[in-house]
């Protein structure tokens, strides 16, 4: 699989990408992340990437051609099979998205940053929009990071036991079951007896019941939808 990130800001992505399972995807060979600094498609000497809305609104906006050259240049090298967009008025993405890009070949995320990028961007060039919550952030990058991670992990042996991924929370749209290790007993707390009795049918029954019962007090909304 291959991502491509477009960025005001590549250097934000060298801790989450250097480490743990991202990292681990990377030396694999399973996944490759490639970094873009919009501003390398810039149309001026000033490698300029934003100017003033029409209509007198305050703020700035990404314009539309550093955007559609880096696209354009990323896409006569191969296939895109999709162009996502980070935005706070995109879709929520969840689980299930994860689950779906997952499976794609090559993706390209644009990181937004300022009041937005030129709507004629989203109209002709996007294929996907996401957003990671209903808050503003500073820019896309971090929506990008999360989606990426999230995307990553899902990938045939990036993760060590392939099955682990398949219990995470919302992948049933029940949130995941309470997990424990070693000691059996500390400070008098007990692990519940059902996951030492070794009786593989009822600790999977036991797991069950308690992804439902904690997604009812804890996310009514799953079960509800």
């Given at each position: 699989m291959r991502i491509d990130i477009i960025t005001l800001f590549p250097e934000m992505f060298a801790g989450p990408f250097d480490h743990s399972i991202v990292k681990r995807a990377q030396t694999k060979g399973l996944v490759e992340i490639h970094l873009h600094q919009l501003?390398?498609?810039?149309?001026?000497?000033?490698?300029?990437?934003d100017d003033y809305p029409f209509g007198g609104e305050p703020g700035m906006v990404m314009m539309i051609?550093?955007?559609?050259?880096?696209?354009?240049?990323?896409?006569?090298?191969?296939?895109?099979?999709?162009?996502?967009?980070?935005?706070?008025?995109?879709?929520?993405?969840?689980?299930?998205?994860?689950?779906?890009?997952?499976?794609?070949?090559?993706?390209?995320?644009?990181c937004g940053h300022?009041?937005?990028?030129?709507?004629?961007?989203?109209?002709?060039?996007?294929?996907?929009?996401?957003?990671?919550?209903?808050?503003?952030?500073?820019?896309?990058?971090?929506?990008?990071?999360?989606?990426?991670?999230?995307?990553?992990?899902?990938?045939?042996?990036?993760?060590g036991d392939e099955t682990s991924a398949l219990n995470d929370s919302f992948q049933n749209d029940l949130l995941s079951y309470p997990v424990y290790t070693r000691p059996a007993e500390f400070r008098g707390w007990a692990v519940p007896e059902i996951l030492l009795s070794g009786h593989d049918a009822k600790i999977r029954e036991w797991q069950h019941e308690q992804s439902f019962l904690r997604t009812a007090k804890r996310r009514p909304d799953l079960i509800n939808s």
């Amino acid at each position: 699989m291959r991502i491509d990130i477009i960025t005001l800001f590549p250097e934000m992505f060298a801790g989450p990408f250097d480490h743990s399972i991202v990292k681990r995807a990377q030396t694999k060979g399973l996944v490759e992340i490639h970094l873009h600094q919009l501003r390398d498609f810039a149309i001026d000497k000033h490698r300029r990437v934003d100017d003033y809305p029409f209509g007198g609104e305050p703020g700035m906006v990404m314009m539309i051609e550093p955007i559609v050259n880096c696209i354009e240049h990323l896409t006569k090298e191969r296939a895109y099979d999709e162009i996502i967009f980070t935005t706070p008025d995109g879709p929520l993405f969840d689980q299930k998205a994860a689950n779906t890009l997952s499976l794609k070949q090559n993706i390209i995320i644009l990181c937004g940053h300022y009041k937005g990028v030129d709507e004629r961007v989203r109209e002709h060039f996007i294929t996907k929009e996401y957003s990671v919550g209903d808050y503003v952030l500073s820019g896309g990058e971090l929506p990008a990071m999360l989606i990426t991670d999230a995307i990553v992990r899902l990938i045939p042996s990036v993760i060590g036991d392939e099955t682990s991924a398949l219990n995470d929370s919302f992948q049933n749209d029940l949130l995941s079951y309470p997990v424990y290790t070693r000691p059996a007993e500390f400070r008098g707390w007990a692990v519940p007896e059902i996951l030492l009795s070794g009786h593989d049918a009822k600790i999977r029954e036991w797991q069950h019941e308690q992804s439902f019962l904690r997604t009812a007090k804890r996310r009514p909304d799953l079960i509800n939808s």
